[in-house]
């Protein structure tokens, strides 16, 4: 039997508004959102009413737009896999969550993640037991404690996967206040909601292992339905933390003026990777690295691809990087730039 805990603060503050049905996004509305650094901290931290939320600062990735998109959920693809959905948002064409609700809950029929790196989406279906991720009214500082249970799909190292899972999520509004966007932008009056669910499920030959989901979305209701922000991460690993993907998406409505990808005026812009195209290691060199130098490779959507801190000896393996055009950030404890690298 599913067991739900709601938990509601008695004096919680209504002046930023809540989330109800009547506001939830609409089949066919869509929005285009600007592609941000996906290492920008998530702010897990800053909860409550009145805080603010600084993300003014925050790198663009290239110029990258992605989409956000409501679906109708029937009319997918992917419909037959999780019955009972009526619409899908999908954000950046990475992930695609289910929904159904009615006028004092939303539910969820699960999601599916798009991982370029394999050849199918990885597939998490809630279709025994559903997820709870919001009862209505949903105000700041109630949250939504819940079980869910049902299947996981996917194709890891060419190995079909079709296992059950288990998982237990917890949803809030952990926050109200002001967001800073780029160009000076404030917007007040901004609602955060806050998603964490972990499913439990066995990978064949790998044992056991959990798909972590952490999404935080920033809501303007004076302006729209859909998220004026977005810090969405997903992460299979182990029990014990190994993470055999890891990715965050990012995304913001206003346009940032600084880019990654775009290299600026600083010491590390005279840095000297070689080979460059390569196939087994790379060289990183220069005069203003240093003991703090760390590396991050990123592919053309932003998705991290490797990260760690740089040798004394500037060398990065390239074993476990596909062949294709990425961007290289080298940064030290004062600067960061940006390079182009071709993997072959």
Known sequence: MKKILLFTALFASYSFGQMTQA?????????????????????????????????????GVFNTTK???????????????????????????ALTSYYSSTATERVSQGFLYFEPS?????????????????TYPFSVSNYVSDNFDGYFNWVYNTLPIHETLTGNSVSTVDGTGTLLLPQSTSIANVLRFKLVDTSYTT????????????????YDYASS????????????????????????????????????????????????????????????????????????????????????KLSKNGLIELNDIKAGHYFLKISNDQETTTKNVVIK
């Open 118 to 134: 394999f050849t199918d989406p990885v597939y998490a279906m809630f279709s025994n037991n559903l997820e709870t991720v919001a």
């Open 67 to 93: 989409n956000v998109d409501v679906l109708d959920a029937t009319l997918t693809a992917e419909a037959d896999s999780f019955p009972g959905a009526t619409y899908a948002i999908n954000v950046g064409g």
């Open 225 to 308: 339905n859909l998220p004026v922000f977005i810090h969405s991460s997903l992460a299979v690993q182990t029990p014990g933390g190994a993470s055999l993907i890891e990715n965050n998406i990012v995304l913001s409505t206003v346009q940032p003026t600084t880019w990654v990808g775009l290299a600026e005026e600083n010491a590390l812009d005279n840095i000297v990777i070689s080979p460059n195209p390569a196939s087994e290691k790379i060289k990183v060199e220069g005069a203003s690295l240093n003991d703090h130098s760390t590396f991050t490779f990123l592919d053309d959507t932003g998705r991290i691809i490797d990260t760690g």
């Open 23 to 59: 506001n939830e996004p609409t089949i066919g509305t869509s929005t285009s959102m600007f592609l941000c650094d996906s290492l920008v901290d998530n702010y897990e931290s800053i909860t409550g009413t009145g805080v603010t939320w600084d993300y003014s600062n925050i790198d």
């Open 203 to 218: 990978l064949p030959l790998l044992g056991p292992a959990q798909l972590v989901r952490t999404q935080f979305e920033y």
